[in-house]
């Protein structure tokens, strides 16, 4: 079954009396069935996915969460370098995040969150900065401890994982809050680990975005199961200012953005296609679609990703 077959999935299981309802986990209001899909991304299974969005915050959200979630990240789901050099070479494609960082902050002690095998965390180190890492994949902390030199800690508990480290003045967090079911309580823990001046920063798919609109269930930054929560950027805003951070930065244009942007088009419509050569045709209308949309994506914040920036004042 493919991301073809959503709609008759969705009439089947409301016709069946799924929930229509559900509680908000951030605010605990009442939030409404926005969709039903699948994995589309991975095809991991067939298995059909409910996303809520809240009434009152507009967080949308996967309900239930599935209790085996680790088993939608496949072996293969990072590709680890095969040495320091491939790092190297593959670290200078996200060296646009030091340059969103560094304005604010130019060294300091860093800690990255769900570093993958480590680009970001290589260039902050090579930078100057003095980095660590909480990572849950096995084969990722065990090349970035012994083959890219960063203390790694692994685990897929960041909260738990930092209870007796820190503090730190930059904490990110490059699209990982959207995998975590108890985001906030993630970020209430990580932000009460940055010294006063230090910075958080968070990268995450936009769910006001253009692309969200438009292709809704079919969007391959839904990206279910493993995306839990797609949270607007001003929810962010709100519960960061309470926890005493000011927003020093919001952007949906800088590369990353623009990649996830051509991402986004090309593999939610390839997505739809089972045969290799139409997948193929529809991921080159992705890129026609990516020029055309430019000009929609790069005005009012629609863009499919954000990077926001926050400072801690008290």
């Known amino acids: 079954m493919g991301c073809n077959d959503i709609f008759k999935v969705h009439l089947v299981m409301t016709g069946n009396g799924i929930d229509r309802q559900a509680a908000c986990p951030y605010c605990k209001k009442d939030a409404t069935l926005l969709f039903i899909t699948q994995d589309c991304n991975r095809c991991i299974s067939n298995d059909p996915f409910a996303y809520y969005r809240c009434i009152s915050c507009g967080l949308i959200s996967l309900q239930p969460v599935p209790s085996d979630l680790g088993s939608y990240y496949p072996k293969d789901y990072y590709l680890v370098p095969g040495s320091r050099s491939e790092l190297a070479a593959s670290a200078e494609n996200e060296r646009f995040k ?50 890219a030199g960063i203390t790694t800690v692994q685990s897929s508990d960041a909260a738990q994982a930092v209870q007796d480290r820190g503090p730190y003045d930059v904490i990110a967090l ?13 970020l209430d823990i990580l932000a009460g680990k940055i010294r006063k001046g ?26 279910a199961p493993r995306h839990v929560v797609l949270i607007p950027f001003g929810l962010l805003e709100a519960h960061m200012a ?42 080159f209308l992705g890129a026609v679609l990516t020029r055309i949309m430019a000009p929609f994506e790069g005005n009012d914040q629609a863009g499919s990703a954000y990077t926001l920036i926050f400072r801690k004042d008290r």
């Open 174 to 186: 490059w699209h990982v809050i959207e995998h975590l079911p108890d985001f906030q309580h993630t």
């Open 198 to 223: 230090g910075f958080i920063v968070i990268a995450a798919p936009n769910p006001e975005s253009w692309q969200f609109r438009i292709l809704g269930r079919y969007w391959a930054h839904v990206d």
């Open 98 to 147: 030091l340059d969103l960082i560094t304005p604010f902050i130019q060294k300091g002690k860093l800690l990255e969150v769900g570093p993958a095998f480590g680009n970001f965390a290589y260039i902050a180190k090579q930078a100057g900065f003095d980095v660590e890492v909480v990572e849950m994949d096995s084969r990722c902390c065990e090349f970035l401890q012994n083959i």
């Open 242 to 283: 309470k926890l005493g951070f000011t927003t020093v930065s919001v952007t949906m244009t800088d590369p990353g953005a623009r990649g996830w942007n051509m991402f986004g088009w090309q593999y939610s419509l390839s997505n739809f296609a089972e045969s290799r050569f139409i997948k193929n045709m529809l991921f």
